[in-house]
Structure formats: C-alpha cells, structure tokens
C-alpha cells in the first residue's frame, strides 16, 4: 500500500473548447460499486507509452474516505504514468480517477488507489 499521501490526489482535469471529432464523453457512474465487481482503467503505463491506448482490468475492493480501493488482475508491472487515468465500470462509466498505486507489504497484490467522481466534481466546482 502507498503511504505516500503527497501522491494522492496526483491528477490532472483540463476542459475541451471544441470537439471537431465529436467525440462522447464518458458518463460518470451514480450507482454504488460492489466488491469484487471488475473495473478497468484506461491509458498508459510509463512503461506501456508505444501503441494502441491500454484497458487495465482490476477489481474493486472497498472505498476508505474518497478513495476506492482497486486490486489488479491484469495490468502493468510498473503503475507509474496512470495517475490521472480514468477507471470505468463494464458499461464504460467513469467511477474515479487513478491518484496512486503500489504493493502490499503482506499480500504482493498490486492496488492501485482512484478518487470518487464525487470528489473530482466537487474539485472542478471549486475552479469556477
């Protein structure tokens, strides 16, 4: 686990003044997540940069203040460069963004830690 909180909250949200490929935005998920429910984080690794884009699966494993919990199934060995990635549930709705990442001392699992949309909402209130 990650004791590092200055890594916490480590991403970026910036707004987009025109859509020339009209492109969808992702919904964000309004629902409850539950444990063990499959979750996917979308972009690259600093390791994984060449390429098409990447979907990292996890599993959701619990939610500590506004951050959820994600244990990994399948993703990189190195989490750095996914700070600021989208995590989606299977519909393709947003659940949090990936603010931090590592291994547990007493498990091996590898988590990765997002922050609640709730929290990033209230972020991008707090900007105008």
Do not use: C
Request: aromatic share 10%; no cysteine; hydrophobic share 30%.
């Amino acid at each position: 686990m990650n004791d590092h909180w200055e890594t916490y909250n480590d991403w970026l949200i910036f707004s987009v003044k025109e859509n020339k490929p009209n492109h969808k935005p992702l919904k964000f998920r309004t629902k409850p997540l539950k444990k063990g429910e499959d979750v996917y984080v979308v972009g690259w690794s600093y390791k994984d940069t060449l390429g098409a884009q990447r979907i990292y699966e996890y599993k959701y494993d619990t939610t500590d203040g506004i951050y959820h919990q994600l244990i990994q199934v399948k993703g990189p060995t190195s989490l750095g460069g996914l700070s600021g990635s989208p995590v989606v549930d299977k519909k393709g709705e947003v659940i949090g963004l990936v603010t931090s990442g590592g291994e547990d001392e007493n498990t091996k699992q590898v988590l990765l830690q997002a922050t609640n949309m709730k929290n990033a909402m209230k972020f991008i209130s707090e900007l105008k």
